[in-house]
């Protein structure tokens, strides 16, 4: 088992969104990525973060029930994220967390995957990520 803090910065190489501090959630299953705008368009699913914009060609539409109990249809997308050292691949689903305190919430799925344990004493035990 490797060891994850409470929160950590992460990266995302193919995001032109710099490092992310995230959350890390036991209570949630999935993870969930801020986004300022997303739709099915022509293109493909259409997401703005800040100024950026990214087209997505390949998606997953889901049902997430959020922490206030409701039901909610979001995009997931599968991403490139960079953690310390080590990349990974992560599934993340893309909704507005605008009044959040972070961009980024990691869930379960990601955690088990990777075979994680939270350290809830420790904060960023994997130091800043480096951009490549």
Known sequence: MKKIGRTEKIYFPNLNEGIILSKIDTGAFSAALHVDYVKIEECGLKVRIGKNTYIYKSWTELDVKSSNGKSQKRYGVKLKMKLGKKNYRIFVTLTSRKNMK??????????????????VKQKNIHGRPKKI
């Open 102 to 119: 972070f961009q980024l919430l990691i869930g379960r799925r990601f955690l088990h995957i990777h075979n994680f344990i939270v350290d």
